[in-house]
Nanobody, 129 residues
Framework: VQLQASGGGSVQVGGSLKLSCLAS????????VGWFRQTPGEEREFVAGINWPGVKTEYADSVKGRFTASRDNAKNTVYLQMNSLKPEDTAAYYCAASVGAVSDLYRNARLSELQYPYWGQGTQVTVSS
Protein backbone atom coordinates (compact mmCIF):
# COMPACT_ATOMS: atom_id res chain seq x y z
CA VAL A 1 0.00 0.00 0.00
CA GLN A 2 1.20 3.52 -0.78
CA LEU A 3 0.29 6.41 1.47
CA GLN A 4 0.15 10.10 0.72
CA ALA A 5 -0.31 12.64 3.49
CA SER A 6 -1.62 16.09 2.73
CA GLY A 7 -3.33 19.03 4.34
CA GLY A 8 -0.43 20.63 6.16
CA GLY A 9 0.13 24.34 6.15
CA SER A 10 0.79 27.40 8.24
CA VAL A 11 -1.70 28.53 10.86
CA GLN A 12 -1.75 30.79 13.86
CA VAL A 13 -2.00 29.62 17.43
CA GLY A 14 -5.47 28.34 18.14
CA GLY A 15 -6.15 27.52 14.53
CA SER A 16 -7.14 24.23 12.96
CA LEU A 17 -5.94 21.97 10.19
CA LYS A 18 -7.20 18.66 8.87
CA LEU A 19 -4.63 16.24 7.54
CA SER A 20 -5.52 13.47 5.13
CA CYS A 21 -3.77 10.20 4.44
CA LEU A 22 -4.85 8.70 1.14
CA ALA A 23 -3.97 5.10 0.37
CA SER A 24 -3.49 3.53 -3.01
CA UNK A 25 -2.53 0.11 -4.19
CA UNK A 26 -4.64 -1.73 -1.67
CA UNK A 27 -7.71 -1.10 0.39
CA UNK A 28 -6.89 0.71 3.59
CA UNK A 29 -9.73 -0.96 5.44
CA UNK A 30 -7.54 -3.80 6.72
CA UNK A 31 -4.81 -1.53 8.06
CA UNK A 32 -4.41 0.26 11.35
CA VAL A 33 -3.12 3.75 10.72
CA GLY A 34 -0.94 5.88 12.89
CA TRP A 35 0.01 9.52 12.74
CA PHE A 36 3.50 10.54 13.81
CA ARG A 37 5.36 13.82 13.78
CA GLN A 38 8.97 14.86 13.73
CA THR A 39 10.88 18.08 14.12
CA PRO A 40 14.48 18.53 12.94
CA GLY A 41 16.94 16.92 15.28
CA GLU A 42 14.26 15.11 17.22
CA GLU A 43 12.96 11.57 17.12
CA ARG A 44 9.69 10.85 15.44
CA GLU A 45 6.87 10.68 17.99
CA PHE A 46 3.49 9.05 18.04
CA VAL A 47 0.55 11.42 17.72
CA ALA A 48 -2.57 9.32 17.11
CA GLY A 49 -3.66 5.89 16.02
CA ILE A 50 -6.87 4.41 14.72
CA ASN A 51 -7.76 0.79 14.26
CA TRP A 52 -8.90 -0.68 10.98
CA PRO A 53 -12.69 -0.36 11.49
CA GLY A 54 -12.25 3.05 13.01
CA VAL A 55 -13.84 2.22 16.36
CA LYS A 56 -10.76 2.67 18.52
CA THR A 57 -8.39 5.58 18.70
CA GLU A 58 -5.39 6.43 20.84
CA TYR A 59 -3.65 9.75 21.31
CA ALA A 60 -0.46 11.09 22.72
CA ASP A 61 -1.09 12.98 25.94
CA SER A 62 0.11 16.18 24.32
CA VAL A 63 -2.73 16.17 21.78
CA LYS A 64 -5.61 14.59 23.70
CA GLY A 65 -8.74 16.66 23.51
CA ARG A 66 -7.38 18.68 20.58
CA PHE A 67 -6.71 16.12 17.83
CA THR A 68 -9.15 13.59 16.42
CA ALA A 69 -8.32 10.69 14.14
CA SER A 70 -11.01 9.31 11.88
CA ARG A 71 -11.28 7.32 8.72
CA ASP A 72 -13.45 6.76 5.71
CA ASN A 73 -12.58 3.33 4.41
CA ALA A 74 -14.82 3.79 1.40
CA LYS A 75 -12.54 6.67 0.39
CA ASN A 76 -9.37 4.84 1.46
CA THR A 77 -8.54 7.83 3.62
CA VAL A 78 -7.64 8.49 7.21
CA TYR A 79 -7.88 11.96 8.70
CA LEU A 80 -6.34 13.86 11.57
CA GLN A 81 -8.37 16.86 12.67
CA MET A 82 -6.15 19.20 14.63
CA ASN A 83 -7.75 21.96 16.68
CA SER A 84 -6.40 24.51 19.14
CA LEU A 85 -3.00 24.24 17.56
CA LYS A 86 0.04 25.30 19.54
CA PRO A 87 3.54 26.29 18.42
CA GLU A 88 4.83 22.99 19.80
CA ASP A 89 2.65 21.17 17.26
CA THR A 90 4.92 22.46 14.53
CA ALA A 91 6.43 19.44 12.81
CA ALA A 92 6.37 17.25 9.75
CA TYR A 93 3.44 14.87 10.11
CA TYR A 94 3.52 11.35 8.73
CA CYS A 95 0.89 8.69 8.37
CA ALA A 96 1.77 5.03 8.56
CA ALA A 97 -0.09 1.78 8.08
CA SER A 98 0.18 -1.57 9.75
CA VAL A 99 -1.33 -4.88 8.76
CA GLY A 100 -1.45 -8.05 10.80
CA ALA A 101 -3.80 -10.30 12.72
CA VAL A 102 -7.25 -8.80 12.55
CA SER A 103 -8.00 -9.35 16.23
CA ASP A 104 -4.68 -7.87 17.35
CA LEU A 105 -5.13 -4.80 15.22
CA TYR A 106 -8.70 -4.39 16.43
CA ARG A 107 -7.56 -4.24 20.06
CA ASN A 108 -4.52 -2.04 19.57
CA ALA A 109 -5.05 1.37 18.04
CA ARG A 110 -1.61 2.42 19.25
CA LEU A 111 1.32 0.50 17.84
CA SER A 112 5.02 1.09 18.09
CA GLU A 113 6.74 2.84 15.23
CA LEU A 114 8.43 -0.40 14.23
CA GLN A 115 5.07 -2.07 13.70
CA TYR A 116 4.19 0.25 10.83
CA PRO A 117 5.94 -0.96 7.68
CA TYR A 118 4.24 1.47 5.33
CA TRP A 119 4.86 5.20 5.51
CA GLY A 120 3.74 8.22 3.58
CA GLN A 121 5.81 11.30 2.96
CA GLY A 122 5.50 14.04 5.54
CA THR A 123 3.28 17.07 5.38
CA GLN A 124 4.54 20.16 7.19
CA VAL A 125 2.48 21.87 9.86
CA THR A 126 3.69 25.22 11.13
CA VAL A 127 1.95 27.00 13.98
CA SER A 128 2.99 30.57 14.65
CA SER A 129 2.12 32.91 17.47
Amino acid sequence: VQLQASGGGSVQVGGSLKLSCLASGRTLSVYNVGWFRQTPGEEREFVAGINWPGVKTEYADSVKGRFTASRDNAKNTVYLQMNSLKPEDTAAYYCAASVGAVSDLYRNARLSELQYPYWGQGTQVTVSS
